[in-house]
């Protein structure tokens, strides 16, 4: 595809619920990374994909979130048991290589999640 | 280990005055330097970055940084805002040999007045 794709875009959900959110990542691209902003606070890292190798998941706040990309190409977060202080916007990106500590990453446009 | 100061959260401007963003770094072996831009309701999108070339780098947009060792600074300068330029940025660094993952400063809002 042209670039990252995230989806829903937005997405309201009660306390207690588990929501899915999707990445598909730029095609050929081997590295994928989930991050959290929430208002005032940047980005926080949560998982990193690289190729088949096991995820760097040393981001992730609880147990409660997971994720896995299949194939390769799209990734799927899932967060469990949902609470409020998960509202925030979920982005994805993803780079050629991964392997380049200076590759430029290319953000989707987020997931909005606000959990009532 | 990495980290990345952007001073200001909010920084206003008129149209057509200098900007200037300020982001301090700090990191133990040669950086990677990164700016990144995000406009309402969208992702980031890379500005510039820095690889250990040359120490000005220019961007898009007329958006120009430079690595400044002494100070550990990678400020990030346009000669004159224009009203789309409203958004937010942030400041990234990685380094050489070190994670993958890079690190985000809290992002500095730009905002332009008329």
């Known amino acids: 595809g042209a670039g990252v794709s995230q989806s829903p875009s937005n997405k309201v959900t009660e306390k207690g619920k588990d929501v899915e959110l999707r990445c598909d990542p730029i095609?050929?691209?081997?590295?994928l990374y989930w991050y959290r902003q929430s208002l005032g606070q940047g980005l926080e890292f949560l998982i990193y994909?690289?190729?088949?190798?096991?995820?760097?998941k040393s981001g992730l706040p609880s147990d409660r979130f997971s994720a896995e990309r299949t194939g390769g190409s799209v990734s799927t977060l899932t967060i469990q048991r949902t609470q409020q202080e998960d509202s925030a916007v979920y982005l994805c990106?993803?780079?050629?290589?991964?392997?380049?500590?200076?590759?430029?990453?290319?953000f989707g446009p987020g997931t909005r999640l606000l959990v009532l | 280990a990495q980290s990345v100061t952007q001073l200001g959260s909010h920084v206003s401007v008129s149209e057509g005055a200098l900007v200037l963003l300020r982001c301090n770094y700090s990191s133990s072996v040669p950086p990677y330097l990164f700016w990144y831009v995000q406009y309402p309701n969208q992702g980031l999108q890379l500005l510039l970055k820095y690889t250990s070339a040359a120490t000005l780098v220019k961007g898009i947009n007329g958006f120009e940084a430079e690595f400044k060792k002494s100070e550990t600074s990678f400020h990030l300068t346009k000669p004159s805002a224009h009203m789309s330029d409203a958004a937010e940025y942030f400041c990234a660094v990685s380094q050489s040999g070190g994670s993958y993952i890079p690190t985000f400063g809290r992002g500095t809002s730009l905002i332009v007045h008329p």
């Open positions: 994909f690289q190729g088949n190798s096991a995820p760097d």
């Open positions: 095609s050929g691209h081997t590295a």
């Open positions: 990106a993803s780079s050629l290589a991964g392997g380049g500590r200076s590759e430029t990453q290319y």
